[in-house]
């Protein structure tokens, strides 16, 4: 039953590409577009650095290595905050524990598209500001209940090996998964004609965009929701990263959760004051 039901579901999606192909076309220049100059030029240099970082064994600098990833996924965003600790983990630098728990509070969006977004949606520099703050502020909350399950460091330092060439193969890699994940989602919720709420749990960018001509209610805390959730097409990206290791997504998507719970409510207080 369940194998008739997909089979039924992607006939009726093929069917539905192959009736609105200009949505399909559209929607992929579109996503080409966003990935070209809005998430390759930042995404793809921050994971060759990162990658050099690991290779020379700088987090070994830090008394705690989830600090260390936790203060690099804050400057380089999501997905490279997944390929800093699958890469670590790799290494043997932390243990499964640490990289399981370090996903929960380890997914920060690029600030200057975050400001960018928010300042077109609301047209106010206090609440782009003060949205990213929240944003920043319910991973650091997280951090902080989960502190104490963190195991110790593994302490080893390695001969420096930095070979450029294979980390921009890295980079190339995963830059182009997020391409094709991105495309993906955009072209399903258009093809679907989903609403912003479904298109901003999908794809958040999408989502984002939806709002800035749109007058409702309580459009900060929506907003804030799909940043916190970050979309399905973000969690994908995540997944086939830790999917090359036994990391567990779970705990990336709990971490969400959590992180859309906490927002979501400093969002409320901080509105209605």
Known sequence: MKKILLYLTIFILILLIFFNYSVVLDSTIFAVNLWLYKVFPYLFIMIIINDILICS??????KNTSLYIFIMSLLSGTPTSA???????????ISKNNANITLLFTYFSNPLFLYTILNAI??????????????YLSNIIIFIIYNKKLDRSIKSFNKININ?????????????????TITFYLVLSNVLNLNFYLKGLLEMTQGLNSLI????????????IFISFGGF????????????????????F???????????????LTTIT
Request: charged share 20%; hydrophobic share 45%.
């Open 213 to 224: 001509n749109l007058s409702i209610n309580f459009k900060e805390i929506i907003a804030m």
């Open 57 to 62: 064994d700088f987090q070994s600098l830090f």
């Open 83 to 93: 390929y800093i600790i699958t890469n670590l983990y790799k290494l043997n630098k």
């Open 254 to 268: 709990l971490g969400r959760i959590y992180q859309t719970i906490i927002a979501v409510l400093l969002t409320f």
């Open 122 to 135: 609301f047209l106010s520099k206090y609440i782009a500001i003060k949205l990213m703050l929240i944003h």
């Open 233 to 252: 097409s973000i969690h994908t990206q995540v997944k086939c990263i830790v999917d090359e290791t036994d990391v567990e997504y779970k705990y990336y």
């Open 164 to 180: 450029i060439t294979e980390s921009i193969k890295k980079a190339m890699s995963t830059t182009s998964m997020v391409l094709g």
